[in-house]
């Protein structure tokens, strides 16, 4: 019979029936056993202003100082050009996906290897609405400013054991 209970064990067996041997199996929470990731806003470039819509493409580089992989869940960001408005959003996504219920096959989320960096990117198509002259004068000239909000979800081994860790990250650009 065996029995693990707290920070001992006690092992029973015709050679040592009721032998106590201890051991240590207190766990630091893994909170503190993982480092925190962290995130650089890699780009942000106009890529096309039309009179109808402009294309801008955003990249953020995600570093993994720890000595195990890591799985990027999902990196939710707002886009923000400060010229226009500093806390009206144009913009905002979603890069990778957050599992709901079972985990699926082929799900959207990244192993970033252990010591690693990956590069995220995504495509943002804004319409012209006309209501934002002074936005689109500043995409138009090449001369926004950016600020750029979000989280990053991660996990230390697996979606399904585990805390979730969280990263927000706000960058000037």
Same mark, same amino acid.
């Given at each position: 019979?065996?029995?693990?209970?707290?920070?001992?064990?006690?092992?029973?067996?015709?050679?040592?029936?009721?032998?106590?041997?201890?051991?240590?199996?207190?766990?630091?929470?893994?909170?503190?056993?993982?480092?925190?990731?962290?995130?650089?806003?890699?780009?942000? !470039?106009?890529?096309? #202003?039309?009179?109808?819509?402009?294309? &801008?493409?955003?990249?953020? @580089? =995600?570093?993994?100082? /720890?000595?195990?992989?890591?799985?990027?869940?999902?990196?939710?960001?707002?886009?923000?050009?400060?010229?226009?408005?500093?806390?009206?959003?144009?913009?905002?996504?979603?890069?990778?996906?957050?599992?709901?219920?079972?985990?699926?096959?082929? !799900?959207?989320?990244? #192993?970033?290897?252990?010591?690693?960096? &990956?590069?995220?990117?995504? @495509? =943002?198509?804004?319409? /012209?609405?006309?209501?934002?002259?002074?936005?689109?004068?500043?995409?138009?000239?090449?001369?926004?400013?950016?600020?750029?909000?979000?989280?990053?979800?991660?996990?230390?081994?697996?979606?399904?054991?585990?805390?979730?860790?969280?990263?927000?990250?706000?960058?000037?650009?």
């Amino acid at each position: 019979m065996i029995l693990l209970s707290g920070s001992s064990s006690v092992i029973n067996s015709p050679e040592n029936t009721n032998q106590e041997i201890k051991s240590d199996t207190s766990q630091e929470p893994i909170s503190s056993q993982i480092q925190s990731l962290t995130v650089e806003l890699d780009d942000i !470039s106009i890529k096309e #202003v039309t009179p109808r819509g402009a294309t &801008i493409e955003i990249s953020f @580089k =995600i570093n993994n100082p /720890n000595s195990n992989s890591v799985i990027v869940q999902v990196m939710d960001y707002q886009l923000f050009e400060t010229g226009y408005s500093n806390v009206e959003q144009i913009s905002g996504g979603q890069i990778g996906s957050r599992p709901e219920g079972m985990v699926e096959f082929g !799900s959207d989320y990244y #192993v970033l290897l252990a010591e690693n960096s &990956i590069i995220l990117k995504d @495509k =943002i198509q804004l319409k /012209n609405t006309g209501n934002t002259p002074k936005l689109w004068s500043d995409l138009e000239s090449d001369t926004a400013k950016w600020r750029v909000t979000g989280t990053v979800f991660y996990n230390l081994s697996s979606m399904t054991s585990g805390q979730e860790n969280t990263l927000h990250f706000e960058f000037e650009k």
